[in-house]
């Protein structure tokens, strides 16, 4: 089984900067694309941000420009630095992870447990 352990979430004044951790640990053969996702109260999980373990990237409109995603695949870290935070940030943060326990195998997903965001203005 694969663990996400998330940490970094807080508070932060508009326009300010968090920067979320996620470290994937287990036994996976490899990890494929390592997301984070966010949910507001009362709005369905949304992606926020996406990396492969080619490097691809992908950002949802609502962030481009003010969030980056990193990912160090030697230590299964994903990072969302996100600068000029609003108020429309504040969400739990979910890290979310594609694996395969070996090279044969059907991936698989995982969650972490969430981080709390909160932005005031």
């Known amino acids: 089984q694969v663990q996400l352990d998330e940490s970094g979430g807080g508070s932060a004044q508009a326009g300010g900067s968090l920067r979320l951790s996620c470290t994937a640990s287990?036994?996976?053969?490899?990890?494929?694309?390592m997301d984070w996702y966010r949910q507001a109260p009362g709005k369905e999980r949304e992606l926020v941000a996406g990396k492969t373990s080619g490097g691809s990237t992908n950002l949802a409109d609502s962030v481009k420009g003010r969030f980056t995603i990193s990912r160090d695949n030697a230590k299964n870290t994903v990072y969302l630095q996100m600068n000029g935070l609003k108020p429309e940030d504040t969400a739990v943060y979910y890290c979310h992870a594609e694996w395969r326990a070996t090279m044969l195998d059907r991936v698989r997903t995982a969650w972490g447990q969430g981080t709390q965001v909160t932005v005031s203005s």
């Open positions: 287990g036994s996976a053969f490899s990890f494929n694309t």
